[in-house]
């Protein structure tokens, strides 16, 4: 079978290995749609140790989803469509993957693989607001307007958030944050944030702040953003290793911090499949995240343009 491997920075190829073979309780699951993530680029455009190169095989990639085709658990049969969770391993990669029954979420037996394979960012974010707690009523600043930001502003309305300022350098994204329940979209390119959020939060702050960009110095900025008393949700993971954070402002002002990494969390796959219950009943929208396809074999290729942030791309699946 056909996996991605990552050679070097920015470098990716496809290469042949085996098909895995399940063990009692498992499945094979031979999959269809794959979607590449922020947290990708930390594998593929981040620098690692030379050492280390090549990475594993079918790294990095963990939004992944498809068809089970060998079982050896009696809950997961043959033919069940399901997205498979290879939480921190992100080794998701690959034409066929064994997965256990803790890491499947169920998917309908009909519709579109890669628009399904969306309620898996989606969930994350729902995730991240049930740690928070009610949100109705309270100003929110979401900094970063990538694919999880846009979800955090489009699921802040939802919930009733009572004004929403979008935050991020690209106007095209920012013009996607307004049709999604934006109140106010802010270029960071043409002003300075913080400044505008005091201003329009009656210079006191947000009650929340997202921190949804991943970016090494956006947690200083989400500080500065945060009212007194305020609430950060930490969920960008920056690329570097090295980053900047004013925790005695953090202290001074009382901040609760939320920590939203759905992959560590007692049960990964619970609020992934919430997310595919509530699309499935039209609750929601997600097809509108799917910019750009390509097939597994111009995977190089979708990593490289994704790497670059540009041509309008919010998320690409790669069809297998």
């Known amino acids: 079978m056909k996996a991605i491997q990552v050679t070097g920075p920015r470098r990716l190829q496809l290469t042949e290995v085996a098909v895995p073979v399940p063990s009692d309780g498992e499945v094979l699951v031979k999959l269809e749609a794959l979607s590449v993530c922020g947290t990708d680029m930390m594998a593929y455009r981040h620098p690692q140790p030379e050492e280390d190169y090549p990475l594993g095989h ?80 309270k100003n929110v600043a979401v900094l970063g307007q990538g694919c999880i930001g846009l979800l955090f502003t489009m699921t802040l309305k939802m919930l009733g958030a009572r004004k929403i300022i979008a935050i991020d350098p690209n106007e095209h994204r920012l013009q996607m944050s307004r049709k999604l329940g934006a109140n106010l979209a ?78 560590t969390c007692e049960a990964p796959a619970k609020p992934i499949q919430e997310a595919v219950d509530r699309a499935t009943k039209g609750e929601v929208d997600l097809t509108w995240l799917v910019t750009h396809r390509m097939g597994f074999d111009e995977a190089p290729a979708g990593y490289e343009l994704y790497a670059g942030r540009g041509d309008g791309l919010i998320k690409l699946v790669l069809a297998i």
């Open 58 to 137: 079918g790294s990095p990639c963990h939004e992944c989803a498809g068809t089970i085709v060998e079982s050896r658990s009696p809950d997961w049969p043959v033919g069940r469509r399901v997205i498979y969770l290879p939480a921190l391993n992100l080794n998701g990669g690959a034409e066929f993957v064994v997965a256990q029954p803790e890491t499947l979420v169920s998917l309908p037996d009909d519709g579109d693989m890669g628009e399904l394979l969306m309620c898996q960012p989606w969930g994350t974010v729902l995730y991240a607001l049930e740690r928070v707690g009610p949100v109705a009523g």
């Open 186 to 263: 802010v270029n960071t390119s043409r002003v300075a944030p913080e400044k505008v959020v005091r201003e329009v939060f009656d210079n006191q702050g947000a009650d929340i702040v997202v921190e949804a960009s991943g970016d090494s110095g956006a947690l200083d900025q989400c500080v500065s953003m945060a009212r007194m008393y305020g609430t950060l949700v930490l969920f960008g993971i920056p690329e570097e290793k090295e980053i900047t954070f004013d925790y005695l402002s953090a202290i001074s002002k009382q901040l609760t911090m939320v920590g939203t990494v759905s992959a």
